[in-house]
T-cell receptor
Framework: NAGVTQTPKFQVLKTGQSMTLQCAQDMNHEYMSWYRQDPGMGLRLIHYSVGAGITDQGEVPNGYNVSRSTTEDFPLRLLSAAPSQTSVYFC????????????FGEGSWLTVV | AQKITQTQPGMFVQEKEAVTLDCTYDTSDQSYGLFWYKQPSSGEMIFLIYQGSYDEQNATEGRYSLNFQKARKSANLVISASQLGDSAMYFCAMSAITFGNEKLTFGTGTRLTIIP
């Protein structure tokens, strides 16, 4: 997807390991967010940010940390991975109020063993 | 709090028939946006259509149209003349202000299967 770069695409972690999923956008969007999608399920909001220096929790924030030091980047950190965090993760950006398109990264398939 | 409800977990439709996927929403914001996304088995999220709360006309994009009924808080997606390639998961989403911050909320999705 043009404008949103999400890495890595695939990752296997051992329980207790930490890692960071990267999300970068070049569209100068204020709004960035992370979702997780479990098999056959919808998107659940983990954390979101409405601008540099501002973050807030979504519906499933436990076990995840975020920061937004620049407009372009919004990394998601798993501090101590658990098997329950096995999921597909999507980063999404949005121009904000009255924007008419949400842009998604390609997704990150994370397995915690 | 804002919420999106998609009540159809799965649907089976004959090829070439029209399909309506239901979406109802709840928000106290007066200005909001509604989106539909398609997710094929390959996993990527594909934008289909957008409707602003102040748009008086229903949005249309090719075979997709959004049946927007503001008073009923519904934003159903209509796919005309369905094709085998329409088989996918479909998500309804909303952008609205919650506690002073804009927020995007997604429904749980509807899995559409087109039968030849």
């Amino acid at each position: 997807n043009a404008g949103v770069t999400q890495t890595p695409k695939f990752q296997v972690l051992k329980t207790g390991q930490s890692m960071t999923l990267q999300c970068a956008q070049d569209m100068n969007h204020e709004y960035m967010s992370w979702y997780r999608q479990d098999p056959g399920m919808g998107l659940r909001l983990i954390h979101y940010s409405v601008g540099a220096g501002i973050t807030d929790q979504g519906e499933v924030p436990n076990g995840y940390n975020v920061s937004r030091s620049t407009t372009e980047d919004f990394p998601l950190r798993l501090l101590s991975a658990a098997p329950s965090q096995t999921s597909v993760y999507f980063c999404a950006t949005y121009a904000g109020y009255r924007g008419n398109t949400i842009y998604f990264g390609e997704g990150s398939w994370l397995t915690v063993v | 709090a804002q919420k999106i409800t998609q009540t159809q977990p799965g649907m089976f439709v004959q090829e070439k028939e029209a399909v309506t996927l239901d979406c109802t929403y709840d928000t106290s914001d007066q200005s909001y946006g509604l989106f539909w996304y398609k997710q094929p088995s390959s996993g990527e999220m594909i934008f289909l259509i957008y409707q602003g709360s102040y748009d008086e006309q229903n949005a249309t994009e090719g075979r997709y149209s959004l049946n927007f009924q503001k008073a009923r808080k519904s934003a159903n997606l209509v796919i005309s003349a369905s094709q085998l390639g329409d088989s996918a998961m479909y998500f309804c989403a909303m952008s609205a202000i919650t506690f002073g911050n804009e927020k995007l909320t997604f429904g749980t999705g509807t899995r559409l299967t087109i039968i030849p």
